[in-house]
C-alpha cells in the first residue's frame, strides 16, 4: 500500500534501524553473525559494516548535494567499501558507530527544516539520473528495511537443513539476494 | 551456509526476536505499523498477533507433545488466529504479550534439560508426517526471522512508489508473501 513520504515519518523509521540491527545481532552467536547466503554474498557483520559506512559517505551527503544545487552527478557509493572500512572492527564497534552516525546524521537532517518544496529538489544520480530529494529519503528507508530483511534472511538459512520438512512453509530459505 | 541446531545458539536466536519486532514498531508510525502487502497479506501489527498466537498455542506445546510420546499428530496450529485474538489490543499489548510469552516459554524450555538424545525424539505432525524435536525447534528459529523479513518488507513497500527510479536497486520492494 504505496504512500507519499512525510519527512516525520521517514525519520522515525530511520531513527529506529540502529535498536532493530543491533537487537538481532549484538551478543549473537557468532554462526548467526558471519553466516553468508553462499559465495559472493554478505554476512550480517558485512552489512552493519555496509550500513554504518552508507552514514559517512552516501544519503545526508546526497541530500546535501542535492540542496547545494550543484549539477555535477552524485559521487558513485562504493556498495563494498565495508569489507576494508571493517576490517579489524568488531560487530559491536560497528554497531556503534552506525548507531552514532545514524543519530547524528537524523539531527543534521532535522536542523535543515525542509519543507514540501525541498523534497521536490531535484540531483544527478550516477545510473539514473535525475532523482528527488524526497526520493532520496524514501530510499534511504526502504534501503534500511531491505537490509533488515537481509540479516533476517541470511540468519534464516543457518537452519535451511536443520528444520527438515518444514522447510516446506518457511519461504525465506528459498529467497535469495539479489 | 547451513549448520546443526544447537539448544543454545537456537535459544539465544529466540530470545532476541520480540526487542528486534518491538525496535522495528513500538511507537512507529500507523501508516507502516498497519500497511499491508495488498488483499490478503499481513500488516506489521498482524504479524506481532500471530507470534504472540503461536507463543500460545505452536512450538513450545508441540515440543512438550514430542517429549509426552503421544503418537498422534499435533493439534493443527491456526495461522490466522490472531484476526480473533489480537481485536482490541494496542499493539503495544501485542509485542508485550510475545515478549512475556517468549521470555516464559524459553525457560521452560531450558527447565527440559534436553540433551541430544532428546532432539532426535520425533512427532507426527499432522501435514508432513514425522519430525524431530531439533527440526521443530530450528522451525521456531526460522518462523521467527521469516516473520522479522515480512515486517521489513511491507515497512518498505509503504515507500514503493515514492522512492522513484530507486527501485532498480531495492529488491525488497519487488518480493512477495508467498
Do not use: C
Not at 553466516?35 to 559494516?49: F, K, L
Not at 518544496?117 to 545510473?127: A, E, I, K, M, S
Not at 535451511?160 to 529467497?175: F, H, K
Amino acid at each position: 500500500m504505496s504512500e507519499a513520504l512525510r519527512l516525520e515519518e521517514a525519520v522515525a523509521i530511520l531513527e529506529r534501524t540502529p535498536a532493530a540491527v543491533g537487537a538481532l545481532l549484538e551478543g549473537a552467536p557468532e554462526t548467526f553473525v558471519r553466516a553468508t547466503e553462499g559465495e559472493g554474498t554478505w554476512s550480517p557483520y558485512d552489512v552493519v559494516g555496509h550500513l554504518a559506512y552508507g552514514e559517512r559517505a552516501d544519503w545526508l551527503e546526497r541530500a546535501r548535494h542535492i540542496l547545494s544545487g550543484d549539477p555535477r552527478p552524485f559521487t558513485p557509493f562504493d556498495r563494498t567499501a565495508m569489507f576494508r572500512e571493517s576490517e579489524g572492527k568488531t560487530l559491536g564497534e560497528l554497531l556503534a558507530t552506525f548507531a552514532e552516525l545514524r543519530a547524528r546524521n537524523l539531527t543534521e537532517l532535522l536542523e535543515l527544516n525542509l519543507g514540501a518544496g525541498d523534497l521536490v529538489r531535484t540531483g544527478r544520480h550516477p545510473d539514473f539520473g535525475e532523482v528527488t530529494l524526497g526520493q532520496l529519503l524514501a530510499a534511504w528507508v526502504v534501503h534500511d528495511l531491505d537490509h533488515v530483511a537481509q540479516i533476517a534472511r541470511t540468519m534464516a538459512k543457518v537452519y535451511a537443513e536443520a528444520v527438515g520438512p518444514w522447510s516446506a512453509y518457511l519461504s525465506i530459505l528459498r529467497d535469495r539476494q539479489k
